[in-house]
């Protein structure tokens, strides 16, 4: 069974301070990783990718990257109370098949206070 | 660019009844998958279709089924209804196989309660 999984918090930060949230999975052939981003009544969006180990950065959110240890990470810096929300690792499995498999983390929600 | 439409929004059915969900992608993309998300498991996969072909399949019952048309609009069907089909139904669109690839586009949802 190929899992993810995430603390489901919730992760309470101070404004501006650093929020850090954390991923792991189990596959080791698991090929490609994703954030996404749910507010309270709204539908999941796709707010970070990456393929290789190391950082990915766009804007205040990094995206971590470490295969070998299994574990994919999303850093929000200068954290705003907009960022409240739950966060949800993805993670792609292609396996031995043309068509990969997805699998999502519960999700841990964020708060963020002023 | 108009986004994911799911219709109907809220729906209200009893143990036993059907339902049926649409969902129309964003202009241009061919794959369409569906997810069930509550408050206990997240969100699950249920199927993909690609081009009007079904390309992957999550653990549900037969209960659940769908299918994609030609223009790529896509509908979900569940039989028999039972109270632990309440949940939020979820469509995501994506210009390739987006279950495959990672890269889904969500719609808002149909929130079904089965009484």
């Known amino acids: 069974q190929k899992e993810v999984e995430q603390n489901s918090g919730p992760l309470s930060v101070p404004e501006g301070a650093i929020a850090s949230l954390n991923c792991t999975y189990s596959?080791?052939?698991?090929?490609?990783f994703f954030w996404y981003r749910q507010y309270s009544g709204k539908s999941p969006e796709l707010i970070m990718s990456?393929?290789?180990?190391g950082d990915k950065e766009d804007g205040r959110f990094t995206a971590q990257l470490n295969k070998a240890s299994q574990y994919v990470s999303l850093l929000i810096r200068d954290s705003q109370p907009s960022d409240s929300a739950t966060y949800i690792c993805?993670?792609?499995?292609?396996?031995?098949?043309?068509?990969?498999?997805?699998?999502f983390g519960q999700g841990t929600i964020l708060t963020v206070h002023p | 660019k108009a986004g994911v439409t799911q219709t109907p929004r809220y729906l209200i059915k009893t143990r036993g009844q059907q339902v049926t969900l649409s969902c129309s992608p964003i202009?241009?993309?061919?794959?369409v998958s569906w997810y069930q998300q509550t408050p206990g498991q997240g969100l699950q996969f249920l199927f993909e279709?690609?081009?009007?072909?079904?390309?992957n399949k999550g653990n549900f019952p037969g209960r659940f089924s769908g299918r994609q048309f030609s223009n790529s609009r896509s509908e979900m069907n569940v039989s028999t209804l039972e109270l632990g089909d309440s949940a939020l139904y979820l469509c995501?669109?994506?210009?390739?196989?987006?279950?495959?690839?990672?890269?889904?586009?969500f719609g808002e949802g149909s929130r079904l309660t089965v009484l």
């Open positions: 202009s241009g993309h061919r794959s």
């Open positions: 596959d080791r052939g698991s090929q490609s």
């Open positions: 993805a993670v792609n499995f292609a396996g031995g098949t043309s068509y990969g498999k997805l699998t």
């Open positions: 995501a669109s994506s210009l390739l196989a987006g279950h495959s690839t990672g890269e889904l586009f």
């Open positions: 990456i393929y290789s180990n």
């Open positions: 279709y690609f081009s009007e072909t079904q390309r």
